[in-house]
């Protein structure tokens, strides 16, 4: 292969890479080109989208193990991932399960009058994936105060929770979506299917820090999750409050029709 300078750095390169800056050698933007660059990112089984894909179904925990350890040329970059996810996620619930409308027939059902709380159920209903994203640094916050010991920093906690995020997208793409479509009909069944995989959480938690964490006992990542769990409680409880003290005051010294938006028809 005839040496050549990288078109980035000018580094002298000999092989497919800059030994400099990594970037692939110059090679002329065609049809083949383009197809090279899908295969990689989707189609490939043995790097990319896909490979990270199924590598997190069958052991997220041992997957994000890797990527954190440094083994990380052939997956998908955890964060992009989990917004991609959230967004075919997103897509699906609005698009093709048509989740505003049903959450609308279900609050009516429901006799929630206030519009403000109707629209904040059809909110977390439908884009619940991107609002996982958002909580990723409070999540990353609460996971790593029972597992700080254990020596990762707060950033690779944001990691580790990306993971966990694309799971749990993944497995409501895989499993909870297509239960929801059978009973699209009936919104009742519908939210008491959607909030039914939340229970499942804990349990996918201690399955993920167990698979991260393997050479720590199974009893010793209960006992933490439920810290986290705890923890994850505690500041749920604390946003609630704060929110609901800082809307009130809003409404009563900025903008009085907030406060007609709550209120019960």
């Known amino acids: 292969m005839l040496e050549e300078n990288c078109r980035n750095c000018k580094e002298a390169i000999t092989g497919n890479f800059c030994p400099n800056c990594g970037q692939r050698r110059y090679k002329r933007i065609n049809r083949a080109y383009v197809l090279e660059e899908i295969q990689d990112i989707f189609v490939d089984v043995n790097k ?6 199924l590598k997190i179904l069958r052991n997220p925990g041992k997957t994000a193990r890797e990527y954190v350890d440094g083994n990380r040329v052939d997956h ?3 964060i992009a991932l989990t917004f991609v996810l959230a ?3 997103i897509f699906v619930s609005v698009s093709l399960l048509n989740f505003n409308d049903i959450m609308k027939k279900y609050t009516e059902q429901q006799h929630i009058n206030s519009k403000f709380m109707s629209d904040i159920f059809t909110v977390i209903s439908s884009y619940y994936a991107i609002l996982m994203i958002f909580l990723l ?7 790593r105060i029972p597992f700080k010991k254990l020596g990762h920093n707060y950033y690779e906690h944001i990691v580790m929770n990306s993971y966990v995020v694309s799971y749990y997208t993944l497995v409501s793409l895989v499993v909870m979506y297509p239960i929801l479509f059978l009973f699209r009909q009936n919104p009742e069944k519908m939210m008491l299917v959607s909030q039914g995989t939340f229970l499942f959480l804990p349990f996918i938690l201690v399955w993920f820090f167990k698979g991260f964490y393997n050479q720590i006992p199974l009893r010793k990542i209960i006992v933490k999750i439920l810290a986290v769990l705890a923890l994850t409680l505690l500041t749920y409880i604390l946003v609630v409050v704060v929110s609901t003290i800082a809307f009130i005051l809003y409404g009563v010294f900025v903008d009085k029709g907030v406060l007609e938006y709550a209120k019960p028809k």
Request: charged share 5%; no cysteine.
């Open 87 to 89: 967004g075919i996620s």
């Open 137 to 143: 640094p409070v999540f990353a916050f609460i996971t």
């Open 48 to 53: 990319g989208f896909f490979y990270s894909v």
């Open 76 to 78: 998908y970059k955890p």
